[in-house]
């Protein structure tokens, strides 16, 4: 939960101070999303019948849209300089997005882009 959360914070989530200790985390996002934590102990709670995927595969799909192409690779930097996996290194893609893909700690790829705007 703790490396969760901090990876979290990096992208500037208002995770609360403390909040590595508690078996689940709710934040409000804006525009009235939520993002939930839970443990696997909480979750077999009430499926006692859940397993990890195997593999280690992705359980969610986020992506962070950036101000602008410079952030994504700003953002990717900051991220991968503390310690998490890049899985794909900031490009261009061909839908006109400045594009990366960096892994949380549990191994989720977590999108980060921005528009390029039209071209020049």
Do not use: I, N
Not at 46 to 66: H, K
Not at 89 to 105: C, E, H, I
């Amino acid at each position: 939960m703790g490396a969760s959360l901090a990876f979290y914070r990096l992208l500037g989530l208002d995770v609360p101070a403390g909040a590595e200790s508690a078996p689940h985390v709710e934040l409000a996002l804006p525009g009235g999303m939520r993002v939930l934590w839970d443990t696997e102990d909480v979750v077999r709670s009430f499926d006692p019948s859940w397993t990890r995927p195997p593999g280690g595969g992705e359980r969610v799909a986020l992506a962070f849209r950036c101000a602008g192409p410079a952030q994504v690779d700003a953002v990717y930097e900051k991220l991968t300089a503390a310690g998490h996996r890049g899985h794909l290194k900031p490009w261009d893609a061909v839908w006109g997005q400045r594009y990366a893909v960096v892994l949380d700690p549990d191994g989720t790829g977590v999108s980060l882009y921005a528009d390029r705007g039209p071209a020049t």
